[in-house]
């Protein structure tokens, strides 16, 4: 009696996945850029499977996640003894040049052109190229600034798990008359391979690798002192993700760590390690309302004595201050944002408070302790473009600061 009780409970409980019916061909629709098997890769089903419900709708999000489409949907179509699953995407712009402006309330000024390269070639590879120059009169550490870089980013690098990452960058700085009024050069450049171990669909996980990085600093001018040099760094990287795309918003968390070494071969010995941590939290009932809790960190051991690590302060970290207010060999960060639509979906409504600070600090007129800000504005998001938001607001400082000062900016 028991082995008969036992069978009709298993015969229930397939039952439903009998009803399903089975998909019979695969269709890709609206790709005119990207290739199909970028996103063939995120289906969780194939040619021959039940088209369960379930897995239809974690593929759709899936294909989502990768954040090239403004539109995913999947829809079955009567085929013979089945179905034929047509996966029908909408496209973003992939070639934009897009216009940068970061300015605050103190004078700071700085603007420039990025372009904006993604899925290039249909693979999902990324370009970005950013020129810009800035003007900050009341920035203790800089003048002025020009700064140029570039970077590449290939996932799925012929065909494997693995992902190449490589950038170059120029800065171009004038240092302050009361630091010496000289010229200062920055050269840096990496290359990074990282093993993609995430599972499941939509993906989560973890991916891992290192690779090299590279730094040298000149300075020039009458009072400028003897330069830096050069450093060779390895680098290990770990980034776990299980972030969720929704169009207008995210749900899910990140956490990204990288350490760096540079010894012998070097003109400097260093040790750096810097994590980052944020949480994405859908609030309420209202679609795309979030709170985001956010959390960084890092230290460096050793280094060049000219300057300090880290710097907080300015439109993207503690808003409330002026650039670079705060500067140390180790720092930390906590923010809680929340954003919530306007009238339109792509507007929504920013809150933040910020604590953070610095310490170890080699400029000795930089702030101790810790230092809290809170800030209003909006955030506006891009649908047509890949990963584009625009920021703009005001923000108050609760410690110290100038009073209340304007933020903007872009990703």
């Known amino acids: 009696m028991s082995r008969l009780l036992l069978g009709l409970a298993l015969l229930c409980c397939a039952a439903p996945a009998l009803a399903w019916p089975t998909v019979v061909e695969i269709r890709f629709e609206g790709n005119e850029v990207t290739r199909e098997e970028v996103i ?3 289906l969780a089903l194939g040619v021959g499977d039940p088209a369960d419900p379930n897995l239809l709708e974690a593929s759709r999000q899936a294909i989502q996640d990768l954040g090239l489409f403004r539109e995913v949907e999947l829809i079955e179509e009567q085929s013979g003894r089945g179905v034929a699953l047509i996966v029908r995407v909408r496209e973003k712009f992939y070639i934009l040049p897009i216009p940068r402006l970061d300015t605050s309330s103190d004078r700071d000024l700085s603007y420039g052109l990025q372009l904006r390269w993604s899925n290039i070639g249909g693979r999902n590879h990324s370009m970005n190229l950013y020129v ?13 600034e020009r700064s140029a870089r570039i970077s590449y980013s290939a996932p799925y690098v012929f ?4 992902r190449l990452d490589t950038g170059v960058e120029r800065i171009e700085r004038r240092r302050p008359p009361e630091d010496g009024g000289f010229d200062e050069t920055l050269d840096r450049a990496q290359l990074l391979v990282l093993r993609d171990l995430r599972t499941g669909v939509p993906r989560h996980g973890w991916t891992v690798g290192g690779g090299l990085f590279h730094q040298r600093q000149q300075a020039d001018g009458p009072g400028a002192p003897p330069d830096d040099g050069r450093a060779l760094a390895l680098v290990g990287e770990a980034d776990y993700s299980d972030l969720r795309f929704h169009l207008y918003s995210e749900t899910g968390q990140r956490f990204r760590a990288r350490a760096e070494w540079a010894g012998p071969g070097s ?12 949480r994405y939290l859908p609030l309420g009932e209202l679609e795309h309302q979030t709170l985001h809790l956010l959390g960084e960190g890092g230290l460096r051991r050793g280094g060049p004595d000219s300057r300090s690590a880290f710097f907080l302060g300015g439109s993207s970290t503690l808003r409330g201050y002026d650039s670079d207010t705060f ?3 180790d720092y930390w960060l906590v923010g809680v944002e929340y954003l919530r639509p306007l009238r339109w979906r792509w507007l ?6 910020e ?7 080699l400029e000795p007129d930089s702030p101790r302790g810790p ?9 506006i998001r891009l649908t047509w473009l890949v990963n584009t938001e625009i920021e703009i607001g005001y923000a108050w400082p609760l410690r110290g600061g100038g009073g209340g000062r304007f933020f903007a900016g872009s990703n």
């Open 267 to 278: 003109d400097y010995d260093y040790q750096q390690l810097q994590l980052r941590y944020a």
């Open 355 to 361: 604590l953070g600070g610095a310490g170890a600090s």
């Open 132 to 144: 810009e120059r800035g003007d900050f009169p009341e920035d203790r550490l800089r003048e002025s």
């Open 40 to 42: 063939r890769r995120e």
């Open 327 to 329: 500067a140390g060999e």
């Open 371 to 379: 230092h809290a800000s809170v800030g209003l504005g909006l955030r």
């Open 348 to 353: 929504r409504l920013l809150a933040v408070a």
């Open 159 to 162: 065909g494997t798990r693995y």
